[in-house]
């Protein structure tokens, strides 16, 4: 996870839509795009978190518009994610992936590549953190920290909106579970034209997704190999940190006041 928000270009559009689920590769998969297609890519989680707060605001705002109950809805919804997304090259990871179908109609020339790893592997993954990952002491933790204190509401718009309706079924865990992967790949099948529609899988290479994009594989120069997982959770250790520093903070001018009013108090 890079560790800078790339900035749109506006004289780049959208010429990748990078449909894959998170844990697939997709920071290596965004910075090869970058690369190939000579301008910047927006990441999710890299734009989020190196962003100010008022980017993930916007995307709350944006997501909350799903499911499309309405025209308004609908204008809204397209209007944002083309406000957010257009002057990149490419696109990948959460929030953008959730919104494949609408990206279609706006970017016609596109193409849709779904980074794919083993399942089960995926799928392991990502089950402790949604198994075992406490997101009410989480946000306590993060809440005086600019942006991160946003998250838990984030997550909350996607799993009410269009990530909950794409993976998630009544009587079933509203959450992410395995079956998530299987209902992401039906979904594109049914929404992208098949010449469109690419499966790749980031540990081969250049050369497959050079192929797709109808570019030259890059000379000595070596694929970006970036660990989404490792990355994530090293930011996450650090931004605790910082939370419980800032709590502590918080608490020792909160005790220094009250000791200062209590004595100014004992004085008169």
């Known amino acids: 996870m890079g560790q800078?928000?790339?900035?749109?270009?506006?004289?780049?559009?959208?010429?990748?839509?990078?449909?894959?689920?998170?844990?697939?590769?997709?920071?290596?998969?965004?910075?090869?795009?970058?690369?190939?297609?000579?301008?910047?890519?927006?990441?999710?989680?890299?734009?989020?978190?190196?962003?100010?707060?008022?980017?993930?605001?916007?995307?709350?705002?944006?997501?909350?518009?799903?499911?499309?109950?309405?025209?308004?809805?609908?204008?809204?919804?397209?209007?944002?994610?083309?406000?957010?997304?257009?002057?990149?090259?490419?696109?990948?990871?959460?929030?953008?992936?959730?919104?494949?179908?609408?990206?279609?109609?706006?970017?016609?020339?596109?193409k849709v590549i779904c980074t794919v790893r083993d399942p089960e592997k995926w799928w392991n993954s990502l089950a402790p953190i949604v198994e075992k990952g406490n997101l009410t002491i989480l946000s306590w933790i993060l809440a005086p920290l600019p942006t991160l204190r946003m998250f838990r509401a984030y997550h909350n718009a996607l799993d009410e909106g269009r990530v909950g309706e794409l993976y998630f079924r009544e009587g079933e865990p509203q959450r992410p579970t395995r079956a998530m992967w299987d209902r992401h790949i039906e979904h594109l099948k049914k929404v992208v034209p098949k010449e469109k529609l690419f499966f790749y899988d980031v540990r081969d290479g250049w050369e497959p997704l050079c192929a797709i994009l109808g570019v030259p594989v890059p000379k000595d120069v070596p694929f970006p190999k970036l660990n989404d997982a490792q990355a994530m959770e090293s930011f996450m250790q650090a931004s605790m940190r910082r939370g419980l520093m800032a709590w502590a903070g918080i608490f020792l001018t909160a005790g220094a006041v009250g000791f200062s009013a209590a004595k100014y108090a004992k004085v008169l």
């Not at 965004?30 to 999710?44: F, I, R, T, W």
């Not at 605001?57 to 909350?64: A, D, G, T």
């Open 4 to 110: 800078t928000a790339s900035q749109p270009a506006h004289d780049r559009s959208l010429r990748v839509i990078g449909a894959g689920l998170s844990r697939t590769g997709t920071t290596s998969f965004g910075a090869a795009c970058s690369y190939l297609l000579d301008g910047p890519c927006y990441h999710g989680g890299t734009q989020m978190l190196n962003s100010p707060e008022s980017h993930i605001k916007r995307w709350i705002e944006i997501i909350r518009h799903t499911p499309i109950k309405s025209e308004e809805d609908r204008k809204a919804l397209n209007e944002g994610v083309k406000e957010m997304l257009d002057g990149y090259v490419a696109c990948t990871d959460l929030p953008s992936n959730a919104f494949v179908e609408e990206l279609m109609a706006m970017y016609p020339d596109a």
